[in-house]
C-alpha cells in the first residue's frame, strides 16, 4: 500500500510562485509512474504532469501549464516536487499527486491507483 503526503500548497498572487512537494511511503515508487492532478470547485479532475519512471525521466504536462510548471522526482527522497512558475487565477484549485503502478504514463486520473489527501492552491488576481 503506497501512502502519499502533499504539502506546499497555499495563497500566492498572480504571477508568482509555489513548490508543492508529494512525500511517499514505498522506495519502489522509482519504478513508477509519478503524476500530478488538480480539481477546481465544480469541475472534474484534471491532468497536470507526469514524470516516467527513473531511468527514464520523461516528463509531460497539460497545454495549460506548459512552460509554467516543472515536474522532478527524488528517488532517494521519495519525493515527487511541481514547481509552479507565473501562476495564474484559473490555476486556483485542490492538487493531488497519484502514482501509476506501471511503466506507460496515462493522463487519465483512473488510471492512477493510489492518491494524496490533496492540498489547496489559490492564486489570486
Known amino acids: 500500500q503506497v501512502q502519499l503526503v502533499e504539502s506546499g500548497g497555499g495563497l500566492v498572487q498572480a504571477g508568482g510562485s509555489l513548490r508543492l512537494s508529494c512525500a511517499a511511503s514505498?522506495?519502489?515508487?522509482?519504478?513508477?509512474?509519478m503524476g500530478w492532478f488538480r480539481q477546481a470547485p465544480g469541475k472534474e479532475r484534471e491532468f497536470v504532469a507526469a514524470i516516467s519512471s527513473w531511468n527514464v525521466g520523461r516528463t509531460y504536462y497539460a497545454d495549460s501549464v506548459k512552460g509554467r510548471f516543472t515536474i522532478s522526482r527524488d528517488n532517494a527522497e521519495k519525493t515527487v516536487y511541481l514547481q509552479m512558475n507565473s501562476l495564474k487565477p484559473e490555476d486556483t484549485a485542490v492538487y493531488y499527486c497519484?502514482?501509476?503502478?506501471?511503466?506507460?504514463?496515462?493522463?487519465?486520473?483512473?488510471?492512477?491507483?493510489?492518491w494524496g489527501q490533496g492540498t489547496q492552491v489559490t492564486v489570486s488576481s
Open positions: 497519484a502514482v501509476r503502478t506501471g511503466m506507460v504514463v496515462v493522463t487519465t486520473a483512473g488510471m492512477y491507483g493510489y
Open positions: 514505498e522506495r519502489t515508487l522509482s519504478t513508477y509512474v
